[in-house]
């Protein structure tokens, strides 16, 4: 196997082909997603301003809307700017440790969301359970530490996956058939 490994070197970049088949509409499909992209950073960049300017909104239920507002604007920003790259100017090619880094922004993410839709549930759990000592359980500081605890499991989980697919060696095709 090491021999192999180095016989054959990584590429140093990737071709991303798009929609295979429908290049001259690539146009008009990135309309759509250029769109989307501007309503997302609007949207969640609106939650975000809205709930640091209200004092009344500080509170678990809105931290936890602002952690998916945040998520949402990491996915998109992982995901869309190369996207309309390739639709828009044609940039098919990404570097090799580019596209691991979008993999792992994406899967991180990933998993952060999937940890901060399971603590919305609890918490709406205490708060129908317990409504009189969801105050004391549910504390600003604690939701901070489960956001963290919640970044901290994606980045751990991702990770040693990310490391172990950058050591493989990718030698007969650097074409990537998707954007």
């Known amino acids: 196997m090491s021999t192999f490994n180095q016989t054959c070197p990584n590429p140093s970049t990737f071709l991303l082909t798009g929609i295979p088949g429908l290049e001259p509409e690539h146009v008009w499909i990135s309309i759509p997603f250029c769109l989307m992209y501007v309503i997302a950073l609007l949207g969640n960049g609106t939650v975000l301003f809205v709930v640091k300017q209200e004092e009344t909104l500080h509170e678990p239920m ?3 809307l602002s952690m998916l507002a945040v998520i949402d604007l990491v996915f998109s920003t992982a995901i869309v700017p190369k996207m309309l ?6 940039s098919r090619e990404i570097s090799f440790e580019a596209c691991f880094l979008q993999m792992f922004f994406i899967h991180t993410f990933t998993v952060v969301e999937s940890g901060v839709l399971l603590v919305m549930s609890l918490d709406r759990y205490v708060a129908i359970c317990n409504p009189l000592r969801y105050n004391t359980i549910v504390t600003s500081p604690k939701i901070a530490q489960i956001g963290l605890l919640s970044l901290a499991r994606g980045v751990g989980v991702v990770t040693p996956l990310t490391c172990l697919l950058t ?3 990718y030698c ?3 074409v990537i058939p998707h954007s």
């Open 167 to 169: 050591s493989l060696p």
């Open 62 to 64: 809105y931290y936890f």
């Open 172 to 174: 007969k095709m650097n």
């Open 85 to 90: 790259s390739i639709f828009w100017l044609d």
